[in-house]
């Protein structure tokens, strides 16, 4: 009798995913996203915001800027390319 293979230890990794805008379209396959996130000073109690600039691979060129993605992080693709879109969450409005 066979028995399936046990993954002790193996624990699934999550990958991490984030919202952001994008900010930059310019090149070829890749897309720049600006994630913006709030914490607490821990001292005075302000909320301030801090920005993140990532690099995303954009496999079919569908996002623009402006556009809200979601994207996740994977292995690196290039020497700042860590990060793959998901999904375009929101188009930008065109005026």
């Not at 990794?13 to 984030?18: L, N, Q, T």
């Not at 569908?62 to 993605?69: A, N, R």
């Amino acid at each position: 009798m066979t028995e399936p293979a046990k993954t002790e230890g193996a624990a699934a990794k999550v990958a991490r995913a984030v919202t952001g805008r994008v900010v930059s379209s310019k090149r070829h396959k890749t897309i720049t996203v600006q994630v913006e996130r709030r914490l607490q000073h821990p001292m005075y109690g302000k909320y301030l915001t801090r920005r993140s600039k990532l690099h995303a691979h954009d496999e079919n060129n569908e996002s623009k800027e402006g556009d809200l993605v979601m994207i996740e992080q994977c292995r690196p693709l290039s020497k700042t390319k860590n990060w793959r879109l998901v999904k375009v969450i929101e188009r930008a409005r065109e005026i």
